[in-house]
């Protein structure tokens, strides 16, 4: 037989026969499965375009970023790589730290740096954003498990379903004869058939999307881990405690200096003030 002559076979023998024979309850089963494939088939192509934008833009993304020295200069140049999960992290670490440069600085040689606790504020922000990104490549992911799992059976539900016809009308009719029993089967076998059409795309796209979005959470981990170490070699203030206190205790003694300058000043002007007044009276 040609494979001329065995498409319409496939197309307009066996599956419309099968069909056409299958129970009212088959069929219902059928149409539960189609609507299950609609959902899945839309995930495949939603994910499938998330994904593919999320590769490409993390990849201009952190090309761009590998290139520059300063943590907030992607930030201040005002890039855009809108769909790249590690730049939406790098958009609300960059964010955070610039709120505690601007309210919470440390100057340090005339430079702005910000403290350790301010710090952790910045590192929470990134495994916060990292855990929504992930949660947002993670979206609709059930849908394809549930396709996968629960498609089999629900075309082997409707299969039993029309077998279980099929028998019941047999023993009524007190016929056993295979032309007798063959439309029935063939009309329940058709709803796993079904089934498992459901089931196979959603397996293979769910398996090869769960190991896409598992590199590219890790990925995101990495950048997250990679991101904090540069914010802190350029932007945090580490110096030792015993730095700290004496470049504190020398601000203090500057301060106390010019405020004894002021108070001197003030009270040398009212001395003066006071001469005057007793050369006039």
């Given amino acids: 037989m040609t494979p001329l002559e065995m498409t319409p076979l496939l197309a307009d023998g066996a599956l419309q026969f099968a069909f056409e024979k299958a129970t009212t309850e088959g069929k219902v089963t059928i149409g539960t499965l189609v609507v299950v494939s609609l ?17 490409r833009e ?10 520059t020295r300063d943590p907030l200069e992607l930030a201040r140049k005002n890039a855009d790589f809108e769909g790249a999960p590690a730049y939406e992290l790098y958009v609300a ?9 601007k309210n919470h600085a440390v100057t340090i040689k005339g430079e702005q740096r910000v403290s350790t606790a301010s710090f952790e504020s910045v590192k929470v922000a990134l495994e916060r954003t990292a855990s929504q990104q992930a949660l947002a490549l993670e979206k609709g992911m059930i849908v394809l498990s549930t396709a996968v799992a629960g498609g089999p059976f629900i075309g ?10 099929t028998f019941s009308g047999i023993a009524k009719a007190n016929s056993a004869s295979l032309t007798t029993m063959a439309p029935g089967v063939a009309g329940a076998l ?4 079904v089934g498992l059409l459901v089931a196979i795309p959603a397996m293979f796209a769910y398996n090869f999307m769960v190991t896409s979005i598992r590199a590219i959470t890790q990925e995101l981990d990495a950048f997250a881990t990679e991101f904090a170490t540069s914010i802190e070699h350029v932007y945090v203030d580490n110096r030792p405690l015993g730095e700290e206190i004496n470049e504190a205790n020398k601000a203090l003694a500057d301060q106390l200096t010019q405020s004894n300058v002021a108070l001197g000043d003030r009270i040398v002007g009212a001395l003066q003030g006071a001469n005057l007044a007793g050369r006039v009276n």
């Fill in 93 to 101: 670490g960059a964010d955070e730290l610039d709120y505690h440069l």
């Fill in 39 to 55: 959902f899945s088939w839309t995930v495949i192509l939603t994910k499938a375009r998330q994904l593919w934008i999320a590769r």
């Fill in 156 to 165: 082997l539900l409707g299969t039993v379903w029309g077998v279980m016809e």
């Fill in 58 to 67: 993390a990849k201009k993304f952190f090309t761009v970023y590998r290139a």
């Fill in 190 to 193: 058709i709803a796993t058939v």
